[in-house]
């Protein structure tokens, strides 16, 4: 048995256990391992059979996805074969608490516009929370989604993302997909 241990904001740890356990039973379940919370502290602890390690690692990241502010029934996408996540840390792009929130918001935008935008076109799910920015999706759409962030966090107009976003979603629904649904 693999014992893994991690560390998620205290105030997730609700959303990682879900109503009546809901969500900790659901990762139990699809995973094969026993998770346990200390939400004194946000350390999880995470008990995994040597009969299927690589879902084991797989929990890991639905629990960190929970953790760094996506919705359960999002990080849960992870335990499909072809999604992935990746953090981003605003901190390496910025160092006062002004610049911080000022880079959050350009990839926020108004209203929500340039999250919204990054995840139609890329057709990823991004996170804003705290001083990181998740991302869930395949590969391809990962890649796109990052480098459509990186060009906020440095500065480039939101035109000229828009317009890259635009042309990478058209390439993505013209391109022959072959294990698309």
Not at 133 to 140: E, L, N, V
Request: charged share 35%; net charge positive; glycine share 8%.
């Amino acid at each position: 048995m693999r014992v893994r241990h991690l560390r998620i904001p205290k105030e997730r740890v609700g959303s990682a256990i879900g109503p009546d356990g809901e969500v900790k039973k659901q990762l139990e379940d699809k995973s094969g391992a026993e998770i346990s919370f200390d939400s004194e502290t946000g350390e999880v602890e995470i008990k995994a059979t040597d009969e299927n390690p690589l879902k084991a690692l797989t929990v890991r990241d639905v629990i960190k996805a929970i953790g760094r502010g996506f919705s359960p029934e999002r990080a849960l996408t992870l335990f499909n074969n072809d999604m992935y996540l990746e953090i981003i840390d605003i901190t390496s792009y910025a160092s006062s608490d002004k610049a911080k929130s000022r880079l959050k918001g350009r990839v926020i935008g108004r209203e929500g516009k340039t999250r919204k935008a990054i995840e139609e076109n890329a057709e990823v799910y991004v996170s804003i929370y705290g001083k990181t920015i998740g991302i869930i999706g395949g590969p391809d759409r990962l890649q796109i989604a990052r480098e459509a962030i990186l060009m906020l966090l440095d500065g480039a107009p939101h035109a000229a993302v828009y317009n890259f976003l635009e042309e990478k979603g058209r390439e993505i629904k013209n391109s022959p997909d072959l294990w698309r649904k």
